[in-house]
């Protein structure tokens, strides 16, 4: 191998390595939302709530143990919330983002006690969020939420899960794999744990 092939080598390989680690950075405008979410680890429930009168609005009521502490957690001054808004938060079933999805996002700022460890409150109208801070994060939510399916019917699960992010990339997930159905006063329930 002459020098001038080394050195073309040489230079294909620092290029591939270059393209691969800028590939892999946020695009010019893009946020770091797109980092993928960190597994709660201890207990997870998921409670789906449709009503004949409104089949597309969804209630949701979710809470997880053992999920990760924000980034900042420790850092942030007490009375300054943990995470940065907007919130989004997706419940999606067996067939994943997209085609079977319900979503909110959350833009209240929220309120901050006793910093971290403490816990954040993100209250809107329809909508109520709960970070517990301690040596993990325990999050409980109560949500209605627009959906891409037409009801209950069209519901397939398990598995739930769930995706909750912020505007800085932090971003936790859970996942309910039994599901039992209830249908009472024209009311769908589905609670997944």
């Known amino acids: 191998m002459t020098a001038l092939t080394r050195g073309v ?9 270059l393209v691969a680690a800028v590939s892999s950075l946020p695009a010019q405008g893009q946020s770091a939302r797109t980092n993928a979410a960190v597994a709660c680890t201890g207990k997870q429930r998921i409670t789906l709530q449709w009503s004949m009168k409104s089949p597309l609005t969804a209630k949701i009521s979710l809470s997880a143990t053992q999920c990760a502490l924000p980034p900042g957690c420790g850092t942030v001054p007490a009375g300054t919330p943990n995470l940065v808004s907007p919130i989004t938060i997706e419940v999606t079933d067996s067939h994943g983002p997209g085609s079977h999805s319900m979503d909110a996002t959350v833009t209240d700022p929220g309120v901050n006690a006793h910093g971290c460890p403490g816990h954040d409150i993100y209250l809107e109208p329809s909508k109520r969020l709960r970070f517990v801070y301690g ?8 949500l209605q939420m627009s959906q891409t399916i037409s009801g209950a019917s069209d519901f397939d699960g398990p598995p739930v899960t769930f995706t909750i992010r912020d505007a800085t990339g932090y971003a936790i997930s859970g996942t309910a794999n039994t599901c039992i159905p209830k249908i009472r006063s024209g009311i769908v ?3 997944c744990f």
């Open 135 to 142: 040596s993990a994060t325990t999050v409980i939510g109560k």
């Open 189 to 191: 329930s589905v609670k």
């Open 9 to 17: 080598t040489s230079v294909l390989v620092v290029s591939t390595a």
